[in-house]
Each structure stands twice: as structure tokens, then as C-alpha cells.
């Protein structure tokens, strides 16, 4: 059974579902395209009820919707309601300015009637999206929120591991008052997502998730000349300069790393200390790593959840491993761990080479890389001989030196004095092998609509 929710702090197999058959799977794109057909004749109006309907009944059901995050990936729980809270409010955004977004934009032009013609965005039909598990609804939101605003319909092949969350935003979209197919999941096998890249019904597909499975689908869609976005990995930077309040930095970068347990594409993954400071910085970040507080997720004093998976575990181990055998030194920080559940401890490697394997991979987990440099120009170049290009933070008191050095980092995504930060209203991408396109804000309404330009010949001339 492909699909199972294992609970990761139990280690229990809690339930199974089935894989699609591939009659499902038909019905599925037929059902979508049906919908499209009625959806894209909707005003923003009415688009809108709806989106703000999903978000009124997160907001009611909160307590029943966040254990299901808990249980199928191991999150938090304080974590699992702030992530229903945010899948609120990227609703609610959409909700309230989709509208302007897509208002159609008149442009000059004396080959037109009047001097001028529109763009119109325009729905164009079936997006298909392929999720990850660490945010199990917030990946769904930021993608589908935008699609069903635009006048497009959605289809989700979700991660493996979390079929409950992905079948309980089935069921919320219904209570909502979706029509059949404005949303459909499907727990779809690696060969049926292949095939429903390629129906021509489908007219963008959407990843978030690792770069191999990016380099696949990107391909797949590419093979079928569909516009595709691709959210990937990342192995964010956090900058310390010289004048950082670096309680401040040591603070949030041990939360920017520890949060979700580590599993998060804009964790900060590399500190990157200048040398005047080093010595503060690390032993405050290794204090607060300390008092991390692993236990049962459901617990609001939990800290430390769980990894998601015994295979993610597994991998993470390895990782380490092999990043020792290369040279890097390997510290463990002492917390203590409960009997059950994948847990992992944090570990610090530094010297890191750049010919360890280390060095240019992403660590999915509660591991730090810490690198020790002599100035800004260094930090700088350590920052950006990364393969990735999501987000990355800058820690120092000269707020202008501190953007200075944020606008060299070659990354989507820069905060000063905080890790990534975000939000609803925030676009949110990367560059390099972090992937391309945005999603959130009217960035992301715009990636999947036809920008139709309309003008008026003069019939009297
Ligand atoms: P993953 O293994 O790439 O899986 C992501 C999704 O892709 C899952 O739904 C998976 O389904 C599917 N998938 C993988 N191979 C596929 C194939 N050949 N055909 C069809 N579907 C396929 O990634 P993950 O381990 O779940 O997630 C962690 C990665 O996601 C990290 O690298 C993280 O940085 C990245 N991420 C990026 C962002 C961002 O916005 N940039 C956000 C969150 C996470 P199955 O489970 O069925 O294989």
C-alpha cells in the first residue's frame, strides 16, 4: 500500500489507502475539466465566497483539522495550528485581492483602436500539483488558493506519507461548497502522475518538493510543452556580521533551524560566523539547541518533534556519516529523547570543506553547518558557492549594511535580523537548484493564467 499514515511518534502504521486505479485517475481529469468549464465562466465574486468559505471552516475547526498534521507527520501541534492559521490568511488573501490582481491592464499602442488594448489574465484549465509532506495544507493552499482565484481547477498528488491531511482537505473543500472537480486529490502512483502531466487537459503542473523529483516532473512536463513551477530544496545561510546582537542571532537561528524539526526548504541550514564573534555565537546557539525539549508532539512544552519518517531518519544519519568520513567534525547536542518516535539528535558539524559531499547538500533535519570566516566579502562568497537559492538571513546592527549584504546573496528570498521570514502576502521562490516561478501574492496568481492581449482594429479604416 503506497499511501500510509504512520504516526511518527508512535512509529504505529495508522491507516492505509489504496493507490489509484487508473479509472479514478481518468475520472479525475474528467471531473477537473468539467469543472474548469464552469469555473473559469465564475466572477472574482464568487471565487471569492469560496476561498473565504475554506478559510472560515479552517478557522471553526482548527482543533480538528491541526492533530492531523501531528499525527501523520510528527509536527507540533503548536506548529499544526499555526499552520492551518496561515492557510487562513493565504485564503483570505487571495480572497480579497485577486480581483485587483486580475483586473485587466489597458496599454498604449497606435495599431489599436482607441490608442491602446488589454491584457487579460485568463484561466487556462487543469493545474496538477505534486506536494511535499512537511507542510501538508500549506503546500495545498499556496498553490491551490491562487489556481481556484485565477478561474483554474486543481489536481493534487500528494506526498505518500501524509494521505490523511491530503484526504482532509478533500473533505473540507466539500463542506466549503466546491463543486465536484474544482479540487480533486488523487493518490496517484509515480507512473499515473506521468500520465496526467501529459493529458492535454492539464495545462501547468506545480512542484514543491526535493530536486530529484523536480529534475523528473519539470522534465515531464517539459516533454509536454507545459509551463511548470518548481519549488525545491534549499541550504539557507544565516549571516552573522561583526556588530549582530548575537543573543538575537544565536535566538533565532536555533529556531530558524529547529522548527518543524528541521524540515523546512527555508530552514537556516549554514550559519556563517564572522570570526570577530564566532566564539559568542556558537556557544549561545549550542546552549539554545540544548534546551530544545523533544517529546510527545501533542505536548505544547515539545519543541523538538520527530522527523517524519524512519526513512528520513535513516537518510539524515547517513548524511552525517558520510560528512564525518569526509573530515567534518561531528558534535551531537546532548537532549534527551523519548523511547519512541523517530527523533533525531542535533548535531553540529564545522569544518566542512568544500570537498565534503556536506558542503553543497541540503539537510533535511536537525544538523547545523557552521562555518567561521574573516569578513563580510567571505560570508558573502561561502553564502553563495551553494548549488541553492532559496531564502538566507543576515544578522548585524547597521540595518543598511545588513540589506547591503542581503542584496549580494544569490537567493530568492533574504531576511535581515530574522530567518526567512514570509508570510501571506509575501511571494515566496527560489533560484538556482532551488527551483523557479513564485507562488503567493499576485506573483503566484500570474504564473498559470494566459495573459490574453485584446485589442480593436478600426472597422473604418
Ligand atoms: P520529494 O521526495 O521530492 O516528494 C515531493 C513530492 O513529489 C511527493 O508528493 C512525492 O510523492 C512526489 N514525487 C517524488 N518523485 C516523484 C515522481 N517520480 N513522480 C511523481 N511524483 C513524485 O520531497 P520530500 O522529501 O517529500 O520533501 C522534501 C523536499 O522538499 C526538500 O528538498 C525540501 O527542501 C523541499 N521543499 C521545498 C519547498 C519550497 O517551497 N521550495 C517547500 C517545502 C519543501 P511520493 O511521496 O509518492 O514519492
Not at 60 to 72: I, K, N, S
Not at 187 to 194: L, R, V
Not at 326 to 347: C, I, K, Q, R, Y
Request: a negative charge; hydrophobic letters at 45%.
Amino acid at each position: 500500500m503506497a499511501y500510509t499514515a504512520i504516526n511518527p511518534y508512535t512509529e504505529q502504521v495508522e491507516q492505509e489507502f489504496p493507490n489509484a486505479t487508473d479509472a479514478q485517475v481518468d475520472s479525475a481529469l474528467d471531473t477537473a475539466h468539467q469543472a474548469f468549464l464552469n469555473w473559469r465562466e465564475t466572477d472574482h465574486a464568487q471565487r471569492a465566497r469560496l476561498l473565504g468559505a475554506i478559510a472560515d471552516l479552517l478557522e471553526r475547526d482548527r482543533e480538528t483539522y491541526a492533530p492531523v498534521l501531528t499525527a501523520d507527520m510528527g509536527k507540533t501541534l503548536v506548529e499544526a495550528r499555526a499552520e492551518v492559521d496561515n492557510c487562513v490568511r493565504i485564503l483570505r488573501w487571495y480572497a480579497k485581492h485577486a480581483s485587483a490582481a486580475l483586473a485587466p491592464q489597458v496599454r498604449p499602442s497606435q495599431n489599436y483602436k482607441g490608442g491602446q488594448y488589454q491584457v487579460v489574465p485568463t484561466p487556462v484549465g487543469i493545474i496538477y500539483i505534486v506536494e511535499p509532506w512537511n507542510f501538508p495544507y500549506y503546500q495545498i493552499a499556496r498553490v491551490l488558493a491562487p489556481q481556484l482565484a485565477a478561474g483554474n481547477t486543481v489536481i493534487l498528488k500528494h506526498a505518500s506519507n501524509v494521505p490523511r491531511a491530503a484526504a482532509a482537505w478533500q473533505k473540507l473543500m466539500g463542506e466549503a461548497g466546491a463543486p465536484d472537480g474544482l479540487f480533486t486529490n488523487v493518490f496517484a502512483t509515480h507512473a499515473q502522475s506521468a500520465r496526467i502531466i501529459a493529458d492535454e487537459r492539464v495545462r501547468g503542473v506545480a512542484l514543491t518538493g526535493s530536486e530529484q523529483a523536480g529534475a523528473i516532473i519539470a522534465g515531464q512536463a517539459a516533454a509536454a510543452l507545459k509551463k511548470s513551477t518548481m519549488e525545491l530544496g534549499g541550504a539557507d545561510a544565516l549571516i552573522v556580521l561583526d556588530d549582530a546582537n548575537v543573543d538575537l542571532a544565536a535566538k533565532w537561528a536555533a529556531n530558524g533551524r529547529h522548527r518543524n524539526a528541521g524540515q523546512v526548504c527555508v530552514s537556516s541550514k549554514r550559519m556563517i560566523v564572522v570570526d570577530a564573534v564566532y566564539d559568542r555565537f556558537v556557544s549561545a546557539y549550542r546552549k539554545n539547541v540544548a534546551a530544545l525539549v523533544a517529546g510527545d508532539p501533542r505536548d505544547e512544552t515539545t519543541t523538538l518533534a520527530p522527523l517524519s519518517s524512519q526513512a528520513a531518519r535513516d537518510e539524515l544519519l547517513a548524511q552525517v556519516a558520510r560528512a564525518g568520513a569526509a573530515g567534518a567534525t561531528v558534535e551531537t547536542v546532548d537532549v534527551a529523547l523519548p523511547d519512541s518516535g523517530w527523533f533525531f539528535t542535533p548535531v553540529i558539524l564545522t569544518d566542512i570543506t568544500p570537498d565534503n559531499p556536506a558542503y553543497t547538500e541540503e539537510f533535511f533535519g536537525p544538523v547545523t553547518q557552521l562555518y567561521c570566516v574573516a569578513d563580510e566579502n567571505e560570508a558573502v562568497a561561502v553564502a553563495n558557492s551553494s548549488p541553492y537559492g532559496l531564502g538566507g538571513s543576515v544578522f548585524g546592527a547597521d540595518e543598511q549594511r545588513a540589506l547591503a549584504v542581503g542584496g549580494r546573496l544569490d537567493t530568492g528570498m533574504v531576511s535581515i535580523n530574522r530567518p526567512s521570514l514570509g508570510g501571506a502576502d509575501v511571494p515566496f521562490g527560489g533560484t538556482k537548484r532551488s527551483g523557479y516561478g513564485r507562488e503567493l501574492t499576485e506573483l503566484g496568481l500570474l504564473e498559470f493564467v494566459n495573459l490574453k492581449v485584446i485589442g480593436l482594429g478600426d472597422i473604418n479604416a
